[in-house]
């Protein structure tokens, strides 16, 4: 029995629907099932998956993939919408879990997984489609002109059924045809459309739902009312009084007329008259969402001192020798002993070993200019020089930045309410799920904002994250305390559509909003001014017109700044005039590098937003020389699936050229032009069309590239990609790919023979970020190509390339908090000689990148419960430890142990374990006396202690040092010399 027979009707495109496909019977053959517990050979499962059209890769983050490390495959089923972990002791299936793509910790356990064909098996039976229905209903979305034309089909004649045969089988059926409920006025929702359940004056909600019911059932309708889970009874009293006397279902079943509730997880209802039947989901009758199950999401690093993206030849900064060049990672054997070692390049060509175990001590270097830095001389003394003159630099700096910051505190500003039953109203009607990022943004910046002092906070989070509903949210609780909100966006048609947005999201709200900008006619602009200047108007939305005299707010109590890495320095400066003593709110996917710096040493408060919607997918990203036939193929192919297509230059010269290359490509597609110099009434016309789907393809200059939000758009293709900068690019990929669907980005370039140095990392830098949430390491990568510029004043260059941007800042950090008398404790970094083997062999982590970033994570873990929950993350995504693998776990936990204790060194030698001391350190040996009587240490001196361990097993050395560390109370028995003074 084939899948298509067990389905009530079917979903699909008229191309769908002419499309031949793979025989039934040999699909479900092809389909792979994997049930915990089952015996499957690992070979098999490999073997299974390339078959399948499944492609090996290092690390599974898109559909259609699988990576194999040890005994553990991981596999992104193109059915599933997240990856699996398939887990094998030996040849059976020990575990299935789900797992988060982009942080790869586990998730979920599942009993059991279908693996479904990436593509169709070549030389398999193909059958028509319509052959396989046979009766049953159809919903056809998108239908288009049956006369196609075959060109546009991207597949040979053989592949599709006839125009004729097509309006044949169409006939012999009930159809409905999705966007036909356009041209019916369909006044209950369907998914993706126009919400018509909306409330209407002096009316609720579910009274308008009830009667919409009450009239389809005397129109002898089926009517079917979705509930979640338990939910049955709420609704049965809920239509009782409306005296309307449903009928429960257990689950869905076909009914003749009447009312029926069945639970379902159905979100949005639908009506369709040819079939005498119509849904409705409960949140459409009580007007909120369900509340959905919270995911948690693990970060994986500090995006400055992590070294996931590490490559060789990058500079990196060891905080013990200075700058040097990384050449990659070496396995020596050392005293009969494997250890791992990263292999740093200094001054003249010497090399330095650097432990795995002590990648807590390298940073990656990332300059404030784009000047590649001086290596240091490995052994002198030119480093601690250069660290004590940046520390006096930085002293004076800080002083300046707490002046800053103590200005913002005793600034008066006005100190909003807590939340209120409307607020809460507000945030429920949001349609989505929020992100973990989402929620812990708005939290903070509320935080800020019922502060007595103005919030001045940026919020750092990637295209199409989420950014503007946090935003909303902090307008919405602005104008609940009677005060204005100013939006501020970098270009005309961005302020548009910001409009349009913010409408729709305030429409069930008694709230005024108005656009300034070009598209206005003086006389309007005028009349909108007026408003604001009494209080009529709660949010203006604008682009840099703000900023002129005439615009003047009644009672101005926040400020929004879009894309704030968009405005120049002569603009900003006009900005503090209008920002002055109110609340100001910065939105930026690749913050500028004065602002990143401003946010990561404290003078700007900043929320990051990492965790990618649910559903999104990346942009598959292309570089390639120039060539028509791949955009012909690309604009093809985006036609095939329903979508818009952003063909960019970067200037307005040539663009009319490019029109028509696109149009003779595509003649039958619909296309139009749109750059900053056409006039506004024009601009707009086309934006509009290309928005609403008049138009295919729109060809542009770079003025699409700030926040312009079109769903259905998801292939990019730029010209002369090498003359725009990184965070330019990396907006412009953010205006696709924005739904579900696969977004597809083209970069094209005259050669590499033709770019500059930097129009080369650029680009790299593009490909290396292809993954979501890349756009704080992209800013961090753009910092490092243009370099990190004045941040407050020239003087800060110099400083910043000499040590590196990272350890600048942590100098920089350490020292505002000593200047306000913060206790800063003088840490000492210990070495263990063991003499074991500790690393993470290739066998277990194959990928180098990877295995660094591990490394890093691992050496820099701060407590044993993050290092406990970073092996656990690491028996996840890579199975059981091996030995060597175990023994980096506990020898950073020793690690740990003799930090706290004060110690300098622990040694293993042929004559026993001995533990070194600093000579800043005073071990209270009263306390430790009763170890001493037991013979479980012996004292040697005045810093040296030699442990009673024999063993090789580094288990038993760290069980021993947490007794001599339980033993002696650091705050009360450890004196570090010059803490009190």
């Not at 502060?451 to 609940?480: N, Q």
């Not at 302020?495 to 305030?506: G, K, P, Y």
């Not at 040590?803 to 800063?824: A, D, H, N, R, S």
């Not at 060597?884 to 204790?901: C, H, Y």
Request: proline residues 6%; aromatic residues 8%; positive net charge.
């Amino acid at each position: 029995m084939s899948l298509l027979e067990r389905s009530p009707l079917l979903v699909t495109t008229l191309k769908g629907l002419a499309q031949k496909v793979m025989d039934p019977d040999a699909f479900v053959e092809s389909i792979l099932v994997l049930v915990k517990g089952a015996i499957f050979p690992r070979r098999y499962l490999t073997e299974g998956l390339v078959k399948l059209g499944y492609q090996r890769v290092d690390q599974v983050e898109e559909p259609g993939s699988f990576s194999v490390k040890g005994y553990v495959v991981d596999v992104f089923p193109i059915n599933e919408p997240l990856p699996m972990r398939i887990e094998l002791w030996g040849d059976e299936v020990e575990s299935i879990r789900t797992f988060h793509p982009q942080t790869q910790t586990s998730l979920k356990e599942k009993g059991k997984i279908m693996v479904l064909p990436q593509r169709e098996m070549m030389g398999e039976k193909r059958v028509p489609l319509t052959t396989l229905i046979k009766e049953r209903p159809l919903v056809l979305i998108q239908p288009e002109d049956v006369e196609m034309e075959r060109e546009n089909l991207l597949l040979e004649d053989r592949d599709f059924l006839s125009p004729q045969e097509i309006r044949d089988f169409i006939a012999q059926r009930p159809t409905l045809w999705v966007n036909s409920l356009y041209q019916e006025g369909i006044t209950l929702p369907v998914e993706g459309y126009p919400l018509g359940l909306t409330p209407l004056k002096g009316t609720s909600r579910i009274f308008q739902g009830m009667g919409w019911i009450r009239s389809q059932l005397t129109q002898g309708m089926a009517v079917y009312v979705s509930h979640p889970l338990g939910e049955e009874d709420r609704m049965a009293r809920l239509f009782k009084e409306y005296d309307i006397h449903p009928v429960s279902l257990p689950h869905f079943q076909e009914q003749g007329k009447g009312l029926y509730l069945f639970p379902s997880s159905l979100t949005k209802g639908f009506l369709w008259p040819q079939m005498n039947v119509a849904f409705v989901a409960q949140e459409e009758l009580l007007g909120r969402k369900k509340k959905k199950a919270k995911r948690t999401i693990k970060r994986r690093g500090d995006p400055l001192t992590t070294l996931r993206d590490l490559s060789p030849e990058d500079y990196v900064v060891h905080l013990e020798h200075g700058i040097g060049r990384y050449l990659g990672l070496r396995l020596l054997e050392v005293k009969g002993v494997n250890q791992e070692f990263m292999v740093l390049e200094y001054d003249q060509g010497d090399q330095l070993l650097v432990p795995v175990t002590r990648l807590h001590m390298v940073q990656k270097y990332r300059g404030a200019q784009a000047i590649p830095p001086t290596l240091d001389k490995l052994g002198g003394i030119t480093w601690k020089r250069t660290k004590k003159r940046v520390k006096k630099a930085i002293e004076e700096y800080a002083r300046e930045l707490l002046r800053i910051e103590a200005e913002r505190q005793i600034t008066p500003g006005h100190s909003f309410s807590p939340d209120t039953v409307e607020q809460g109203e507000f945030e429920e009607e949001f349609p989505f799920e929020e992100t973990p990022d989402q929620e812990k943004a708005v939290q903070e910046i509320k935080k800020d904002m019922e502060a007595p002092h103005p919030m001045d906070r940026l919020l750092c989070g990637d295209v199409g994250y989420g950014k503007t509903e946090v935003a909303m949210r902090a307008a919405f609780k602005a104008i609940l305390d009677g005060k204005q909100v100013a939006v501020l966006v970098p270009t005309t048609i961005l302020a548009e559509q910001h409009v349009e947005t913010f409408l729709e999201r305030f429409k069930h709200y008694p709230v005024n909003i108005e656009v300034l900008s070009r598209f206005k006619t003086p006389r309007e602009q005028k009349e909108i001014l007026d408003r604001v200047f009494k209080g009529d108007v709660d949010i203006l939305i604008g682009t840099h017109r703000l900023f002129s005299p005439d615009v003047i707010f009644r009672d101005l109590g926040l400020v929004i700044i879009d894309e704030e890495h968009r405005f120049g320095v002569r603009q900003k400066d006009r900005l503090k005039k209008l920002k002055k003593g109110v609340d100001v709110l910065s939105l930026s996917a690749t913050p500028i590098p004065r602002t990143l710096h401003l946010a990561i040493s404290g003078a700007k408060r900043m929320s990051i937003m990492e965790t990618p919607p649910y559903g999104r997918r990346p942009v598959k990203t292309y570089i390639s020389r120039w060539n028509p036939s791949i955009i012909k193929r690309a604009l093809l192919k985006e036609e095939g699936r329903r979508g818009r297509v952003f063909v960019v230059q970067p200037r307005v010269e040539g663009l009319e050229e490019l029109l028509e290359l696109v149009i003779r490509l595509t003649p039958h597609l619909k296309v139009a032009m749109a750059h900053g110099q056409m006039k506004e009434r024009e601009l707009e016309e086309v934006m509009h069309r290309f928005m609403k789907g008049d138009v295919n393809v729109l060809v542009s200059t770079p003025i699409v590239e700030s926040g312009l939000d079109v769903p259905m758009a998801n292939t990019l293709v730029v010209k002369d990609a090498h003359k725009l900068g990184l965070s330019q690019l990396y907006q412009l990929r953010g205006r696709v790919g924005r739904s579900r669907e696969m977004g597809y980005a083209y970069f094209f370039i005259p050669g590499m023979e033709h770019l500059t140095q930097e129009g080369k990392k650029r680009l790299q830098a593009l490909r290396e970020f292809a993954q979501l949430g890349s756009g704080l390491k992209l800013a961090m990568r753009d910092m490092e190509i243009r370099g990190a510029g004045n941040i407050l004043g020239t003087q800060q260059w110099g400083h910043a390339s000499q040590v590196g941007f990272t350890l600048y800042c942590q100098m920089l950090e350490k020292t505002i908090q000593e200047l306000q008398g913060q206790e800063v404790r003088k840490e000492i970094e210990p070495q263990l000689e063991l003499g074991v083997e500790a690393l993470l062999p290739s066998t277990y982590v194959g990928n180098e990148r990877a295995k660094i970033a591990l490394y890093k994570r691992i050496a820099q873990a701060p407590d044993e419960e993050k290092l406990k929950g970073l092996e656990e993350e690491v028996r996840d995504r890579f199975g059981p430890l091996p030995p060597p693998a175990r023994n980096l776990f506990t020898i950073a936990a020793i690690r740990l142990i003799i930090k706290d204790l004060g110690g300098e060194r622990l040694v293993r030698s042929p004559k026993g374990l001995f533990l070194y001391f600093s000579s800043s350190t005073a071990l209270a040996w009263e306390k430790i006396s009763s170890l001493i009587k037991r013979g479980k240490v012996k004292v040697k001196g005045e810093y040296l202690i030699k442990l009673s361990s024999n063993s090789q097993d580094v288990g038993e050395t760290k069980k021993l040092l947490k007794e001599l560390h339980e033993s002696v109370s650091l705050t009360q028995n450890l004196n570090v010399k010059g803490a009190e003074a």
